[in-house]
């Protein structure tokens, strides 16, 4: 539906040339929903508006529905872009229309009858929840009502892609579930394909299938979200995960650990489950083959896209041969294991 080749973007800043986009390429898929995350300033609002050539790359192709967007004069491309909606941080509404009259803008525009444009806007508003709220005006909405005014104003000119620009960052924590909630619906119910950029990891949690991790204008890591999640490639990923996936080693264990083994200690040990193999007794069976006692230190179960995906840390004890077999026991399964660490004996004793 969507493939980016060799995009650059240079701006001419104050200061001289900004390089905000370096080399991107990537590929969506129609029905899809694409994260990009980065941290502020990785490009990703540069990366969303060449999409729409809201902003025009220095360099590189950029494709939507076969249409090379970047060779489309203004007039084709602004017929372009009835076919790719938008959202925004700051939902960016007409405070002097209604709910309906901002929904029906777009129409408006493209010259479609008042009547007409009614026909068209009332299954939008149920479909957002505000059927209730036709003739409110902004100033009247909360900010989740607002976003839902502004995703019913993307989808007026039935478009083929939504691009989200940080849709729900000026959201608090319930209404941002609420919107990504509606979201997915969307995507769903319509087949609508979805681009969105983020700076939280939840966000990409919550409802993309694919991301793409940006940096300094690059793209540092792309793929499913559950691969990312559980096997991320580089250090951006890694970070970003930290703050939704918690296995993190405790501070007081952390303090022990010491990257040598130790004469007549344990080995710390991180399991990772995906998928199936959640459901597998792993400890159990480790205990009934090997001559070792497994201390399970924390450990805990979610899911990813209705996959269960869990870690357990555990400080493995035993007679030196017999850890080691039951390491290469578990280093065997379909399982991902990372030794974290030794430490002495009953040095430490989870609280
Ligand atoms: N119009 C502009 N002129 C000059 N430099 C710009 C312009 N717009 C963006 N930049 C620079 O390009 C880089 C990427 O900016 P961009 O807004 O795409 O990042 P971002 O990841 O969306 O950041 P944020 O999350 O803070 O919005 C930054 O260094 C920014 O300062």
Known sequence: MITLTGLQKIYQGEAGPVE????????????EIYGIIGKSGAGKSTLIRCINLLERPTAGKVIVDGQDMTALSETQLREARKSIGMIFQHFNLLSSRTVLENIAFPLELGGISRAEREKLVLPLLDLVGLADKKDVYPAQLSGGQKQRVGIARALA?????????????????QTTESILALLKDINRKLGLTIVLITHEMHVIKAICDQVAVIEGGQLVETGKVFDVFTRPQSD????FIKAVINNKVPEALSRLLSEEPVAGGNVVVRLSFFGAATNEPVIAGLIRRFAVDANIISGNI?????????TLLIELSGEPEDVKNALKYLQARD??????????????VAG
């Open 20 to 31: 905000a986009l370096d080399n991107v390429s990537l590929t969506i898929e129609q029905g």
């Open 157 to 173: 000119s039935q478009p083929k892609v939504l691009l989200c620009d940080e849709a729900t960052s000026a959201l608090d924590p």
């Open 236 to 239: 951006t990923a890694r970070e």
């Open 302 to 310: 979610d899911h990813l896209q209705d996959t269960p995906y869990g």
């Open 335 to 348: 399982l991902g294991t990372e030794v974290i660490g030794y430490v002495a004996r009953h040095a430490y």
